[in-house]
């Protein structure tokens, strides 16, 4: 079974920077893509990064591009998202995602089979 573990969350001010770390873990899979989302209490799961290993392209929603990174050491089975000019809006529960089969849209998290337990983000204003 894949097991991803998601790492690095904590309390920061505004303006602060984070980084998460995901290890994954089980049995090998192809290397299509993997990606993060957030999730803020009372709403939806949302969209974050992600990175495909088969096209080399990096993936993020609107609200983060700019500001956040997202990078991988394939040799850790280790996806990363390093966080900067972090906003009380980014405050969420963070996950990481793989997919067992190539997505067709890497933003949608029914695309994704295998999910970490998530680590808090909170930034204080």
């Known amino acids: 079974q894949v097991q991803l573990v998601e790492s690095g969350g904590g309390l920061v001010q505004a303006g602060g920077s984070l980084k998460l770390s995901c290890v994954r873990s089980?049995?090998?899979?192809?290397?299509?893509?993997m990606g993060w989302f957030r999730q803020a209490p009372g709403k939806e799961r949302e969209f974050v990064a992600a990175?495909?290993?088969?096209?080399?392209?990096?993936y993020y929603a609107d609200s983060v591009k700019g500001r956040f990174t997202i990078s991988s050491d394939l040799a850790k089975n280790t996806v990363y998202l390093q966080m900067n000019s972090l906003k009380p809006e980014d405050t969420a529960v963070y996950y990481c995602?793989?997919?067992?089969?190539?997505?067709?849209?890497?933003?949608?998290?029914?695309?994704?089979?295998?999910w970490g337990q998530g680590t808090q983000v909170t930034v204080s204003s």
């Open positions: 089980g049995p090998t899979l192809r290397n299509f893509a």
């Open positions: 995602a793989s997919p067992r089969n190539y997505p067709r849209d890497f933003t949608r998290p029914y695309e994704y089979d295998y």
């Open positions: 990175i495909s290993w088969s096209l080399g392209s990096l």
